[in-house]
């Protein structure tokens, strides 16, 4: 079947816009002072000749996307020439389609070959979820300017009278599972998305808690330092706790130290990210335990834990259920594309933490396969500055999160984004611990960029 609407890219424009931040933030075993953001441009053209442009931001979380001991450097500089060859080849396909086709076909036929060629002429291979990064915002901008051709919220054109291809024609159910993916679209597992999102608050691993944490060398540039303040500044009621994943002592301390500050202050939800970096159940599971026992009320404002194994789920196949029979356990850096969440939930794993950042078509099959499957979804930060945060705000509104949205680039450098909070004040600082949709605009992911 093809369709008047489908489009193909025919022009890219590839930006690296370099962003310091104003405060270290801990990643695992690394700590980050500054991220490279790739924005592009992007031309698209229909079958009748009509043309729209859209544009797609994400950052390059080299830390986040490429865990290693090679020098950050050298893999931001490797992340940022990728992306030079996949402008090229994702504006020389002759493939009209909607967006989803689009998209989904490129990654199936020629980014694992392109990430192949990368690696050959390198010392180390570029792992396929930094490939996925450098690709994102080609697919965000691809949806956004489908939207903007059609004049419709991007969200609107995942149906029927625009696609050619089902729900079947790109994802598989579960073996064990009664669901036949047929006749069904992505709208149908969206939600009416919500004027207003409560806003998660990241807590790293350097982050002063209080007055008590301080060494007199912070920064005095007007924003907050201590958590005491965020808190009280932004009236934040979810905190997401970032823990070590390698030493329990420090770990289990820094869970009750926040706990303790958040109940004291009002603070109804929290949430422990391991990122990666434990080996064994055991691990989360003796802390799980002692907190329920010790502190149970922290423990009950724990909503789930997020990705503490290995994201690498065919290399390291760790069974996962004694932890997700304490809390629901959420898949991060592992959920690729939908098949990565078929095993985790093969594994024991209860959730997924859905990311623009691997591209808006594998968010959106991997949104609809989770849903399908009875997996709780929740949409986690890039620390998204820029036009990176609206597409992510917007996965968040439409997928339907247990609680809100991760967001936390006015934590880090909130000067970034000064042109785009002009316009989206809502966006940009949180309210009440909330953030507003409501100057969003009508068709594409509503960035409203002419007037940015």
Known sequence: MTRLTDVRP??????????????????????????????????????????????????LAVQWGWPSSLPYDHRNGRMQAFCKPLATEWTNSQQYGHPMEVGYDFQRERLDS?????????????????????LSPFDIALHDAYGNLLGLNTYQSYRSELMNRDLAGFIEPAADANINFACQYPDQYLVAPPRTLPAWHLVGGLDPLEAGDLTGQELHDGYPVTLVEWIASDGLTCLKIKLRGNDSAWDYDRIVRVGRLAISRGVRHLTADFNCTVSEPAYVNEILDRLHCEHADIDARL??????????????????????????LFLDESAHDWRYVRRGRELGWSGVALKTCKTQTGAILSLCWAKAHGMPLMVQDLTNPMLAQIPHVQLAAHAGTIMGVETNSMQYYPEASRPEAAVHPGLYRRQNGMLDRSTLGHSGFGYRANEI
């Open 10 to 59: 025919i022009r890219s424009e590839l930006y690296f816009l370099p962003v310091a931040l104003r405060v270290p933030l801990k990643f695992g075993s690394e700590v980050t002072t500054s991220v490279t953001c790739a924005r592009v441009r992007l031309t698209v053209e229909d079958r009748t000749g009509r043309r729209a442009e859209g544009w797609g931001e994400t950052p």
């Open 114 to 134: 392109l990430i192949a060629e990368e690696s050959n002429s390198a010392s180390a291979s570029l792992p396929h979820l930094a490939g996925l990064i450098c």
């Open 303 to 328: 909503l789930y834990v997020e990705q503490p194994f290995p994201y690498d789920l065919d290399a390291k196949p760790i069974d996962v259920h004694s932890v997700s029979a304490r809390k629901p």
